[in-house]
C-alpha cells in the first residue's frame, strides 16, 4: 500500500511510520504538493518480522545461558544494583 503524507507529518509521526513500514506499507513523502521521498520496506530483509527476530534471540538466549562459564544474566542484575 502506497500513502502519501506531508513532510511536516512525516516528522512528527517517523516511529509511527517506520511501523508501518515493517508491517509492509509504503509511503510517499510530499513537500509543497510534490513529492520528494519515499520510505519502503528494505528489499531481501533477513529479519522483515521484529518480533520474528526478537523470538529467534531469545531462543538463541536460552540455548546458550552460560558461555565460557560467565552468567550473563547474573552480570546483568548486578550491573542494576
Known amino acids: 500500500m502506497n500513502i502519501r503524507v506531508g513532510s511536516y507529518e512525516a516528522k512528527m509521526k517517523l516511529p509511527e511510520l517506520l511501523r508501518g513500514v515493517q508491517l509492509g ?3 510517499t513523502i510530499i ?3 510534490k513529492p520528494v ?7 531481501g530483509s533477513k ?3 521484529v518480533a520474528e527476530a526478537v523470538a529467534k534471540m531469545h531462543r538463541f538466549m536460552d ?3 552460560s558461555i565460557f562459564g560467565v552468567d550473563t544474566k547474573a552480570l546483568i542484575d548486578d550491573g542494576r544494583d
Not at 37 to 43: F, G, Q, R, V
Open 37 to 43: 521521498a519515499e520510505l519502503i520496506p528494505l528489499i
Open 31 to 33: 513537500l509543497r504538493g
Open 25 to 27: 506499507n509504503r509511503y
Open 63 to 65: 540455548s546458550h545461558a
Open 47 to 49: 529479519n522483515k518480522n
